[in-house]
């Protein structure tokens, strides 16, 4: 009982919402650079990472957003052609991930500078 109390207070806090986006972008691009990218698979430290999309599993076609992940890890090694290639919107979300860690940080620091001066 006091573990989900504690749980609670932590998820009522202003600043717990930017901290766990700021957390998961940052691991989002770990885990792009620690993977080795490839048209066709991904590995992660020689392992390869099972094709993870629903619709292509049942069906055999690509959706919309297939090549997102290969994507980004192609962008975290520096290989732009190859990150659009593999999905067009790559790029842009990629982009989106990197400016959110500043901007995250900027917004816990300000919440954090408003609690203090209260």
Known sequence: MRALTAI?????????????????????????????PSTETLTLFGHPIPVMCTFRRLTGWSCPGCGLTRSFVFLAHGRFAAAWVMNPLGPFGFAWVIAQIPYRAYRISQRRRRALAA
């Open 8 to 36: 609670e207070d932590l998820l009522r806090k202003p600043w717990f919402g930017d901290a766990s986006l700021l957390v998961a972008c940052a691991a989002i691009l770990v885990a792009a650079a620690l993977m080795s």
